[in-house]
């Protein structure tokens, strides 16, 4: 039934950066649909308060501390899952934090560090839920890309630019190799969403605003709830057949020229 395109009763989605922004975004649309959510996050209070909304929603939540740059902690995450939840059906990998640096001076250990937090961290976390979705045969996983996975921002984003092109790639090739199994892998590019950090930098240069702003066709900046419609659908039996998929997120961004205008 047409009805039941988007339900996901009896699934068990993980999300990552669930205490803010999209994450808890994403974790919010796909509990209202049915999923048992296992939200992950340093941010404790912030989490615990994901985890409230959703149950006095009625929503099912089960809050978890997680590292997302360390590979051990993926390892552990999944099996204490395997263990409590019996299986894993959909995992969207939102978190991970990029640094802003001069690329005639930033340092192997700060591309490092970007790369341990969004694309070592990512696939570990792809890996593990990867290979218990195979021996179910089902399974989709989410990538949060960026803009910056295929276009060049400038102002500092070198290692940022860099880490959400392996996102990209990464994305492409899990989905080569595991859709004849029934696992798809998608990856969202969003433009600039409104949370804490973008706050910060419009504070410190409130011009920052309308050069972005010049470049989205919608007139205006992202919000988290813009991503919640694609992740229950990504997360549904609606996109069965949709993998390997690049999905812009980001008011018209992509589609304009660099040289065009919106007057």
């Known amino acids: 039934m047409l009805e039941g395109l988007f339900h996901l009763g009896g699934k068990v989605a993980v999300v990552s950066g669930a205490a803010s922004g999209m994450g808890r975004a994403s974790a919010i649309a796909l509990a209202a649909y049915g999923a048992t959510v296992v939200l992950l996050d340093r941010d404790t209070t912030g989490m615990a308060q994901t985890q409230e909304i959703i149950t006095q929603a009625?929503?099912?939540?089960?809050?978890?501390?997680?590292?997302?740059?360390?590979?051990?902690?993926?390892?552990r995450l999944f099996e204490w899952l395997e263990f409590e939840l019996g299986r894993v059906d959909f995992l969207a990998n939102v978190a991970g934090e990029g640094l802003l640096a001069n690329p005639a001076d930033i340092t192997p250990g700060q591309i490092r560090q970007v790369f341990d937090n969004l694309v070592i961290g990512r696939f570990a976390l792809c890996q593990q839920a990867g290979r218990r979705m195979l021996k179910q045969g089902s399974g989709s996983i989410v990538n949060i890309g960026s803009l910056a996975s295929t276009t060049g921002l400038g102002r500092g984003h070198i290692a940022y630019s860099m880490a959400m092109g392996a996102v990209v790639q990464m994305t492409r090739e899990l989905s080569t190799e595991w859709a004849s199994r029934g696992v798809r892998v998608n990856a969202i590019l969003p433009a600039q969403v409104m949370n804490p950090s973008l706050e910060k930098r419009i504070a410190a240069n409130p011009g920052i605003e309308g050069l972005w702003l010049s470049g989205?066709?919608?007139?205006?900046?992202g919000k988290p709830t813009?991503?919640?419609?694609?992740?229950?659908?990504?997360?549904?039996?609606?996109?069965?057949?949709?993998?390997?998929?690049?999905?812009?997120?980001?008011?018209?961004?992509?589609?304009?020229?660099?040289?065009?205008?919106i007057g």
């Not at 360390?70 to 390892?75: I, Q, Y």
């Not at 989205?216 to 900046?221: D, S, W």
Request: zero cysteines; charged letters at 15%.
């Open 58 to 75: 009625g929503g099912k939540a089960i809050a978890r501390e997680h590292d997302v740059s360390s590979v051990e902690a993926a390892a």
């Open 216 to 221: 989205i066709p919608a007139g205006r900046l």
């Open 226 to 261: 813009d991503i919640q419609g694609l992740m229950v659908l990504l997360a549904s039996d609606a996109s069965s057949w949709i993998t390997g998929a690049l999905i812009p997120m980001d008011g018209g961004n992509m589609a304009m020229n660099a040289g065009g205008s």
